[in-house]
């Protein structure tokens, strides 16, 4: 949701009360609980677009946005204003249109939004397939990043796009460079990091909220990926959280 002007206030379970005004954006998330509400004496002026699949769940398994940090302040709110405008005139011209154009549209609003944000973190991993005109290979990844918390097989997305599994794999690999079980494996650990290093859920929950089918197989896959166990890497990122903590408590 972006505030071009007025001001008002927002509230969510993680972040309490904040006042906003003009030239903020604000993101909202499903299952978290928020409300707001413009001044009586202000009023404010919004525009507000829903937004799902791969490049959302990537996003946010990778910390880029976060239900802990919902409102972003712009500096300058003018290329946000220009790339929304542009989709809702896209919109209001074709209203039944359900293109990869309106998809593109749609992360330029997203990208005047969080540019900083997401230029600052090196493990910000975007698939090609969010912008490359492969239908297939969208599809297929973002039927796979918003079905991050079920038991996925290759087999299962296979059937969902009622496609060949030789040709879904030769066009990954044509067009990715790696396997379709790799972009679920990759899919399971990014979940799984965030919720170890966001909750205190057991790490046996986690197990089946990431997907995997077992604690060994995510034993295996954060060993490769990071060198610890999942234990041992919620261990770290709680002591550098406490580090951090420290240091800026000094003076």
Same mark, same amino acid.
């Given at each position: 949701?972006?505030?071009?002007?007025?001001?008002?206030? $927002?509230?969510?379970?993680?972040?309490?009360?904040?006042?906003?005004? +003009?030239?903020?954006?604000?993101? *909202?998330?499903?299952?978290?609980?928020?409300? #707001?509400?413009?001044?009586?004496?202000? +009023?404010?002026?919004?525009?507000?677009?829903?937004?799902?699949?791969?490049?959302?769940?990537?996003?946010?398994?990778?910390?880029?946005?976060?239900?802990?940090?919902?409102?972003?302040?712009?500096?300058?709110?003018?290329?946000?204003?220009?790339? @929304? !405008?542009?989709?809702?005139?896209?919109?209001?011209?074709?209203?039944?249109?359900?293109?990869?154009?309106?998809?593109?549209?749609?992360?330029?609003?997203? /990208?005047?939004?969080?540019?900083?944000?997401?230029?600052?973190?090196?493990?910000?991993?975007?698939?090609?397939?969010?912008?490359?005109?492969?239908?297939?290979?969208?599809?297929?990844?973002? #039927?796979?990043? /918003?079905?991050?918390?079920?038991?996925?097989?290759? +087999?299962?997305?296979?059937?969902?796009?009622?496609? =060949?599994?030789? /040709?879904?794999?030769?066009?990954?690999? &044509?067009?990715?460079?790696?396997?379709?079980?790799?972009?679920?494996? !990759?899919?399971? @650990?990014? &979940?799984?990091?965030?919720?170890?290093? =966001?909750?205190?859920?057991?790490?046996?929950?986690?197990?089946? *909220?990431? +997907? @995997?089918?077992?604690?060994?197989?995510? &034993?295996?896959? $954060?060993?490769?990926?990071?060198?610890?166990?999942?234990?041992? #890497?919620?261990?770290?990122? !709680?002591?550098?959280?406490? &580090?951090?903590?420290?240091?800026?408590?000094?003076?």
């Amino acid at each position: 949701m972006l505030l071009s002007s007025g001001r008002g206030v $927002f509230e969510s379970k993680p972040t309490r009360q904040v006042k906003v005004k +003009g030239s903020t954006a604000i993101l *909202l998330f499903p299952d978290v609980w928020h409300r #707001y509400a413009p001044a009586k004496e202000t +009023g404010w002026s919004e525009k507000w677009v829903h937004f799902n699949g791969e490049l959302a769940h990537r996003l946010l398994e990778q910390g880029v946005i976060s239900p802990e940090k919902p409102v972003i302040p712009l500096t300058d709110s003018g290329p946000a204003e220009r790339a @929304f !405008q542009r989709l809702l005139e896209h919109v209001h011209r074709a209203p039944a249109e359900n293109s990869l154009l309106v998809s593109l549209m749609a992360m330029s609003v997203l /990208t005047a939004v969080i540019g900083p944000a997401g230029q600052s973190s090196p493990e910000l991993k975007i698939s090609v397939a969010s912008t490359h005109t492969d239908s297939v290979i969208a599809t297929a990844c973002d #039927y796979i990043w /918003t079905r991050s918390h079920t038991i996925l097989s290759v +087999g299962k997305v296979v059937a969902a796009l009622g496609i =060949e599994r030789r /040709t879904l794999e030769r066009r990954f690999s &044509r067009k990715l460079g790696h396997t379709v079980l790799e972009e679920i494996i !990759q899919c399971r @650990f990014r &979940r799984a990091e965030r919720l170890l290093s =966001e909750t205190d859920l057991p790490i046996k929950t986690i197990v089946t *909220l990431a +997907g @995997f089918g077992s604690l060994e197989n995510m &034993r295996q896959v $954060f060993v490769a990926e990071t060198g610890l166990s999942a234990a041992d #890497y919620r261990k770290r990122q !709680q002591l550098n959280r406490k &580090r951090a903590k420290i240091l800026k408590l000094k003076p």
